[in-house]
């Protein structure tokens, strides 16, 4: 398994000239990323007027922010050049300010910031590092609660309204004495279209990014790793599915907790601006069928790799 990217030096994350013909292999990748992003956008409706609009604007948007030259401002004839959106369009999406729905959607809701610190923070952690239960109101100072918990990260809403939305969920459970339990197995936004729009967005984002960086020879890569082996039955793909749930609910749990110590080490610090994701996915499939129709049909023959 490579552990490095081709070291080709060019500038970090910035890939070829930018008018100059982008490579075969790179153009037939992007064709294969962009076949399970379509059957999405088409199975929620989204034509590709709409998408063309908002390819547009993005086209418009990272030109502007990632391709200017040093000490140079960007005018309107570049980014048409780099882009080759028409210089008029060019000129009505500058500068245009997201929507209020955009900036709401760009940040993780107070439930995951909640449940995040719940996984992740030495208070709300037992002794073997799972997450403790947890009263609902502390009955002694200093007492790990649920309104501790919550009115921690905010005080803009009440943890009474938060908690019945995780029960509704699913991701909280409460005991027969009245504790509350994180169900560690349901963290995961089910049924919520805005929190499964939301994750979908920044994980991808996130992903594409790093491997965008490691196409382009940035260096050092960043961590994109994937095993693949085919040649297996459904019930063996069960089989694996739940294991990786596992190793990688375990992985992620651990690398949270050290994140949440680093993070309160470094509140108040000028330099406290970077953020950091580490992503898990399985996907499986029948032989030859296109990424994004998982189906639990039987496959044959046969072959196993790790690659990047």
Do not use: C
């Not at 960007?74 to 929507?99: E, F, N, Y």
């Not at 910031?113 to 923070?121: A, T």
């Not at 610090?269 to 996907?283: E, P, Q, S």
Request: glycine fraction near 10%.
């Amino acid at each position: 398994m490579p552990t490095r990217s081709p070291d080709r030096r060019p500038p970090a994350g910035s890939g070829p000239a930018p008018l100059a013909a982008p490579p075969p292999a790179v153009v037939t990748a992007m064709r294969r990323v962009l076949r399970p992003l379509v059957r999405a956008l088409i199975g929620f409706g989204i034509p590709w007027p709409m998408l063309s609009g908002l390819v547009k604007a993005v086209y418009v948007e990272v030109a502007e922010r990632d391709f200017a030259l040093p000490d140079k401002p960007m005018s309107d004839s570049r980014i048409t050049l780099l882009t080759g959106v028409h210089r008029k369009d060019v000129s009505q999406l500058r500068g245009k300010a997201p929507s209020a729905d955009a900036v709401a959607a760009s940040s993780p809701s107070l439930g995951a910031q909640v449940l995040g610190r719940w996984l992740g923070h030495d208070d709300y952690r037992d002794a073997d590092g799972r997450p403790r239960p947890l009263p609902r109101v502390a009955a002694a100072e200093g007492e790990p609660a649920f309104e501790t918990l919550v009115t921690g990260i905010s005080k803009d809403i009440r943890p009474r309204a938060l908690l019945d939305e995780l029960l509704h969920a699913g991701l909280v459970a409460e005991r027969a004495d009245g504790r509350l339990d994180l169900v560690v197995s349901a963290h995961l936004p089910r049924g919520d279209i805005d929190k499964l729009a939301y994750y979908f967005g920044r994980n991808l984002a996130d992903h594409i990014a790093a491997a965008g960086h490691n196409l382009a020879g940035g260096a050092p890569p960043f961590l994109e790793r994937a095993m693949f082996h085919d040649g297996l039955t459904a019930e063996s793909v069960a089989t694996l599915r739940i294991e990786a749930e596992r190793a990688g609910m375990d992985a992620l749990v651990h690398l949270n907790r050290i994140a949440m110590e680093l993070a309160d080490r470094d509140a108040g610090k000028d330099a406290a601006h970077h953020r950091f994701t580490a992503g898990l996915y399985a996907y499986s499939a029948p032989d030859g069928k296109p990424a994004g129709k998982p189906d639990a049909a039987p496959a044959s023959g046969g072959s196993g790799e790790a690659a990047p």
